[in-house]
């Protein structure tokens, strides 16, 4: 918790920097949420989950909040340098920022869903999340609606590198892995599901067949 709230006070005096946002593959506006912001969340919500996110033992620094208007902004984010593990951290790729309650979600997905499934089904521990990105200025595609990506409240799972060298990836082993391959993606997925408001994946529709899509502050309860 102490060093949740020191990375917040040191964080301040970098208030004005850019953020720079994950990458998404949808060609959207991708850019750093415009109106300017320049202070760090401090609201006691805002703070007790900063200091929830620290006492798992994550890297991250907090980032200043952002409007960007029509219904995108980033605020009370977080960019995470590394996830805790049970027998060490992993490191998470092209992510930008993430809403704190997403990231403390996603941060223990990884470690009591991905990796113990991963030493279970894959007998090797991992060591990196690939990911799509967190925050796009975007709507959920075909409709008017804006994606959890504008507010950074999801994350878009691509693939995962293990220690002994293989990546698991869904596009390719959901469907053409080997069996343990394809067993570890479901199971992860279906814990996903505990943790995360929506959670989609290959088999909800095609725009998925290559990540999965874990959201929180959605309307809840669907897993597919």
Not at 103 to 115: E, H, I, K, L, S
Not at 125 to 146: D, K, L, Q, W
Request: charged share 20%; aromatic share 6%; glycine share 12%.
């Amino acid at each position: 918790m102490v060093r949740a709230f020191a990375i917040g006070i040191s964080v301040l005096a970098l208030a004005g920097c850019q953020i720079l946002p994950g990458s998404d593959r949808s060609g959207s506006d991708r850019s750093p949420a415009s109106g300017a912001g320049n202070t760090i969340s401090n609201n006691p919500e805002a703070r007790q989950c900063l200091a929830d996110l620290g006492a798992t033992g994550a890297g991250f620094t907090p980032l200043p909040d952002r409007h960007a208007g029509r219904g995108c902004s980033l605020i009370n984010t977080v960019e995470l340098s590394r996830l805790p593990g049970d027998r060490g951290a992993f490191t998470v790729s092209n992510l930008g920022p993430v809403a704190c309650p997403t990231a403390t979600a996603f941060t223990a997905w990884v470690r009591y869903g991905v990796d113990r499934a991963a030493r279970a089904y894959l007998g090797s521990p991992i060591v990196r999340v690939e990911t799509m990105g967190s925050y796009a200025c975007r709507n959920v595609a075909g409709s008017g609606r804006r994606s959890a990506h504008a507010t950074a409240e999801a994350i878009d799972i691509g693939a995962f590198h293990l220690a002994d060298g293989r990546r698991i990836s869904v596009l390719n082993d959901w469907d053409g892995g080997t069996s343990a391959e394809r067993k570890f993606l479901r199971v992860i997925q279906r814990s996903a599901c505990k943790r995360f408001e929506t959670v989609l994946g290959p088999e909800y529709n095609a725009a998925h067949r290559d990540h999965f899509h874990l959201e929180r502050g959605g309307d809840g309860g669907f897993c597919r």
